[in-house]
């Protein structure tokens, strides 16, 4: 199985912050990776695919990056709605395979 | 507008049969390019995926559980329907169901439902 190592597990940022969360595959997944954002109780919500397409309607001041086995999440400024948690995935190989989720709190 | 809901139990037995159905709306699991599979999060743990099926009928299924998986599909209903024998307590989990959807190359979870609590217990 491919082992997807998220940093860090939590980070405490205000409102206007840039934060950055790293995402780090045990192999090559060819940049099927995605980033969804996760409140509790409500239905996740799928940000970014391939890397670093924006999911429509997802806005822009989210960016994904990286490639072969290093990627990122970053939220350029962040806003009130972003505290959430967010995972990624690798949809390359299976068994699909998750980061364990990073918690932005406030 | 792309909906999806699980439904089931929120109690079941040890040994017993968990059976949870996804309804969903906005996409047709008869059209190409679309799966619908399910992943569960047990209580303070990372997300696990469970099984998936396509539009094509076909199935993927976790290694580690593929014994006691079975997904199926009912595309008159918009339903797909995810059974689970020998429930043990370490399966208490919230159990998700999303759409994959297809882009760049390959299909990832595009759209999820909100989950649901199953708990195992005596």
């Known amino acids: 199985d491919i082992q997807m190592t998220q940093s860090p597990s939590s980070l405490s940022a205000s409102v206007g912050d840039r934060v950055t969360i790293t995402c780090r595959a045990s192999h090559d997944i060819n940049n099927y990776l995605a980033w969804f954002q996760h409140e509790p109780g409500k239905a996740p919500k799928s940000l970014i695919y391939?890397?670093?397409t924006l999911q429509t309607g997802v806005p822009s001041r989210f960016r994904g990056s990286g490639s072969g086995t290093d990627f990122t999440l970053t939220i350029s400024s962040l806003q009130p709605e972003d505290f959430a948690t967010y995972y990624c995935?690798?949809?390359?190989?299976?068994?699909?395979?998750f980061g364990g989720g990073t918690k932005v709190e406030i | 507008q792309i909906t999806l809901k699980e439904s089931g139990p929120t109690l079941v037995k040890p040994t017993q049969t968990l059976t949870l159905t996804c309804s969903f709306s906005g996409f047709s699991l008869s059209s190409s390019s679309v799966g619908v599979g399910w992943i569960r999060q047990p209580p303070g743990e990372a997300l696990e995926w469970l099984t998936l099926?396509?539009?094509?009928?076909?199935?993927r299924y976790s290694p580690s559980l593929k014994s006691r998986l079975t997904i199926t599909k009912d595309t008159s209903k918009n339903q797909v329907v995810l059974t689970m024998t020998n429930m043990d307590p370490v399966d208490t989990a919230t159990y998700f169901c999303?759409?994959?959807?297809?882009?760049?190359?390959?299909?990832?979870?595009?759209?999820w439902g909100q989950g649901t609590l199953v708990s195992v217990s005596s």
């Open positions: 999303a759409r994959w959807g297809y882009g760049s190359g390959a299909y990832y979870p595009d759209y």
């Open positions: 995935q690798q949809y390359n190989t299976y068994p699909l395979t």
């Open positions: 391939a890397v670093s």
């Open positions: 099926i396509f539009w094509t009928d076909d199935k």
